[in-house]
């Protein structure tokens, strides 16, 4: 490949992580439905822990099986899933919840995202296999489509939820129950 058809197919792939619904934009969600910074915010925690764990595959892939830490980072996943899911549901309305912007929802996401399975499993076995197909280009445009996605959405998210207050509430238990479904999904796997 070229370096126009890396860095396209890192943008394609970018946002086909980023858009399906998960457990990042469920909090995303959950956080843009107060303010669009906010949900920015966690986008960009979730955004810090995707290069997080890209560094951490690219440099433990020579030295050490990845495969062997699935059922632990199942486990882990499903602990952390379930509660950031209780969290949200306990949620009684914007004043419960951290304030837009707040460092503690950048530490949350990124807490989220390093102990999210599908983050951890995408990097130790698809996105290690993309880097080393496409190299730093394929990685720009796939990180190009992650940094816009956690602009665009929390933009989308609060500009409904202006247009349609009661949204809001419904927007933080969908969340909650998408975490929750997801944490019951990988405790099963790591059983």
């Known amino acids: 490949m070229d ?3 890396n860095l396209g197919f890192g943008l394609a792939l970018g946002f086909s992580l980023t ?9 995303i969600a959950s956080a843009a439905a107060r303010s669009s910074r906010a949900g920015t915010v966690m986008g960009l925690g979730a955004m810090s822990a995707d290069l997080i764990l ?5 440099s433990l892939s020579a030295t050490f099986d990845l495969r062997s830490l699935v ?3 199942d486990a882990l996943g499903a602990v952390a899933l379930a509660y950031f ?5 306990a949620r009684r309305g914007s004043n419960d919840a951290v304030p837009p912007g707040d460092t503690r929802s950048f530490s949350q996401a990124l807490a989220l995202g ?3 399975p599908f983050q951890i499993i ?7 296999a993309f880097a080393r197909l496409g190299g730093a280009v394929l990685l720009v445009g796939l990180f190009g489509a992650v940094a816009t996605w956690v602009v665009v959405f929390p933009l989308a998210i ?3 939820v202006r247009r349609y207050p009661g949204l809001e509430r419904a927007i933080v238990l969908a969340s909650g129950a998408i975490l929750l479904v997801f944490a019951a999904y990988f405790a099963l796997l790591a059983a």
Not at 85 to 89: A, E, F, N
Not at 122 to 128: M, N, S
């Open 122 to 128: 995408w990097w130790f076995t698809a996105g290690l």
């Open 71 to 73: 059922r632990p980072v």
């Open 85 to 89: 899911g209780v969290r949200l549901l």
């Open 158 to 160: 609060h500009a409904g």
């Open 19 to 27: 858009v399906p619904p998960g457990p990042m934009n469920a909090v």
């Open 54 to 58: 890209a560094a951490v595959v690219f």
């Open 114 to 116: 390093l102990t999210n």
């Open 3 to 5: 370096l126009l058809e």
